[in-house]
């Protein structure tokens, strides 16, 4: 059974920083495009960043709110994705998702997600 699992939310003081984790199973995480992903309340999910699979490359893509501030990364040897979140502002209070797609969107995963809240 496929599984993703997020760690490392929490409540932070705007301008703090926190890093989110992700483990996923091994037999999917190196094919696969991995992503952040989040929701706050009465908001659509949004792309927060995503990183291309190991052949792809790993490139990197982040949504215009958080460039510059937060940096996406993968440790393959752990099957680990990271989310390094600086500068944090109360608007990136939400719900944080990681998914896991595979090629030509042939699965498309999601863990149970984990709170991040910034305060004022």
């Known amino acids: 059974q496929v599984q993703l699992v997020e760690s490392g939310g929490g409540l932070v003081q705007a301008g703090g920083s926190l890093r989110l984790s992700c483990v996923a199973s091994?037999?999917?995480?190196?094919?696969?495009?991995m992503g952040w992903y989040r929701q706050a309340p009465g908001k659509q999910r949004e792309l927060v960043a995503v990183?291309?699979?190991?052949?792809?490359?790993?490139?990197?893509n982040y949504g215009a709110s958080v460039k510059g501030r937060f940096t996406i990364s993968r440790d393959n040897a752990k099957n680990t994705l990271y989310l390094q979140m600086n500068s944090l502002k109360p608007e990136d209070t939400a719900v944080y998702y990681c998914?896991?797609?595979?090629?030509?969107?042939?699965?498309?995963?999601w863990g149970q997600g984990t709170q991040v809240t910034v305060s004022s």
């Open positions: 998914n896991a797609k595979g090629p030509l969107l042939s699965y498309d995963y």
């Open positions: 091994r037999v999917i995480f190196s094919g696969s495009t």
């Open positions: 990183i291309s699979s190991v052949t792809s490359g790993g490139m990197t």
